[in-house]
């Protein structure tokens, strides 16, 4: 999926901004780098986009353009948000 894409380049990213050779293992650089896993940050834009849609007015034309599983009741905000990642 995408996200492999994602992931290869913030590799290429992460070993480019602390300078560690292609070996150098992938997790301690990101630590270094304070760059989160790309599937963590996906996640979060997801839930973050998520949240923001759910402060929409019910009649906003972006809802009405959003499947009915991103509409969530506003009573229950631990509803979990659909993840379209492919993890």
Request: charged share 15%; with cysteine.
């Amino acid at each position: 999926w995408h996200i492999e894409y994602l992931r290869k380049a913030q590799n290429t990213a992460v070993r480019w901004i602390t300078g560690a050779f292609r070996t150098s293992p992938i997790g301690g650089m990101e630590v270094l780098a304070a760059l989160p896993p790309i599937r963590l940050h996906i996640e979060k834009l997801v839930n973050r986009t998520g949240l923001r849609a759910n402060t929409l007015m019910a009649s906003h034309p972006i809802l009405a353009a959003l499947p009915n599983l991103w509409v969530c009741n506003h009573l229950a905000p631990d509803v979990a948000f659909p993840m379209g990642t492919g993890s």
